[in-house]
């Protein structure tokens, strides 16, 4: 069942974090489907401009669509990330999204607020969500690059101030976590003084957390003994810390670049116990067990696993 952004956030406010999943291709969804069916959870099904110049807006949108239909007893919202202003009133007026994230925060602060509060008029109208951002985390992912120099913690006072004027539904904040696979310098980790003080200033506002995926040790080694050359010292977001977030306001948190890692890992290592096969979907099967398995357990670290049998009925009362 596709459902809004907004009413996952609702449910999980100050009780879980729902789990986003960034996804570019049909093992990857069918995956996030499968570990969130496991697990019981809901969860966020996102898909990115990037992952539309990929394989198309109109087949991320096909996809999206089979997705509520194979699997009616799940609730998810499926999500646009990272969206230009033009991205998203295109994914608004789709008829299948309905959770947009519109991330003018690379402009200047009242431009940020009047770009974001046109698309909160826009989705609002028919029902859609709007996640925001202010502040600037460090890294790559996908279009988005912010180096060290650009790199800008969330300031308390200017997210009472966006909150308020935007209208927007949530805001994703910068509070230490990285885009991308190089995350955390050793000792570094979530600003959890900062992300309380920005609770503060906006209390009753789902906060998202961009950047935090785990990055397990073991799929690197893995990585690596199959011939990659991923930083063995590359360190992501700690699941205690992902718990710890979420009496802070955190609802949200997304997670990108473990499922490449996992890509990344079953193919290295199946095409090089298996130079004979010319058969891509074997280990597109063996990574859709094996990603499952992931958003199986971060479900669990999250708190929403077993949360979808409460959640339901809240949903088909309405």
């Known amino acids: 069942m596709i459902i809004t952004g907004a009413t996952l956030l609702a449910d999980a406010y100050g009780k879980y974090a729902v789990g986003h999943y960034s996804v570019n291709n049909l093992e990857q969804v069918l995956a996030v489907l499968k570990g969130n069916e496991a697990a019981q959870a809901p969860f966020f099904l996102a898909f990115s401009k990037s992952s539309f110049n990929y394989g198309s807006e109109v087949m ?126 050793a000792g570094q980790g979530i600003n959890f003084e900062r992300l309380q003080q920005i609770h503060e200033a906006v209390p009753g506002l789902p906060l998202v957390l961009h950047g935090s995926s785990s990055l397990p040790a073991a799929e690197i080694a893995r990585i690596n003994a199959a011939g990659g050359q991923v930083n063995p010292n590359t360190r992501g977001t700690m699941p205690e810390d992902m718990r710890k977030a979420v009496p802070c306001g955190v609802a949200k948190i997304n997670i990108d670049a473990d499922a490449r890692l996992v890509w990344t890992r079953v193919h290295r ?33 999250l708190g929403s696993a077993s949360r979808l049998g409460q959640l339901l009925p809240v949903i088909q009362g309405r």
């Open 60 to 185: 991320a949108e096909a996809i999206a669509r089979a997705a509520g239909a194979l699997y009616p007893n799940l609730a998810f919202a499926v999500h646009l990330d990272h969206g230009d202003e033009p991205t998203c009133h295109a994914a608004i007026d789709s008829g299948v999204f309905t959770s947009v994230m519109i991330d003018a925060s690379s402009l200047p602060f009242a431009q940020n607020v009047s770009t974001t509060r046109r698309v909160v008029r826009h989705a609002h109208a028919l029902g859609i969500s709007v996640e925001a951002e202010i502040g600037a985390l460090m890294g790559v992912e996908d279009h988005i690059s912010v180096d060290e120099q650009g790199a800008r913690l969330t300031d308390p006072r200017e997210a009472a101030e966006f909150a308020k004027a935007s209208g927007c539904d949530s805001l994703a904040v910068a509070v230490g976590t990285v885009h991308g696979p190089n995350k955390f310098k």
């Open 269 to 301: 290592e199946y095409f090089r116990d298996h130079p004979e096969n010319i058969d891509f979907r074997k280990p597109g099967k063996a990574y859709i067990e094996a990603f499952a398995a992931l958003v199986q357990s971060r479900s669990a670290e």
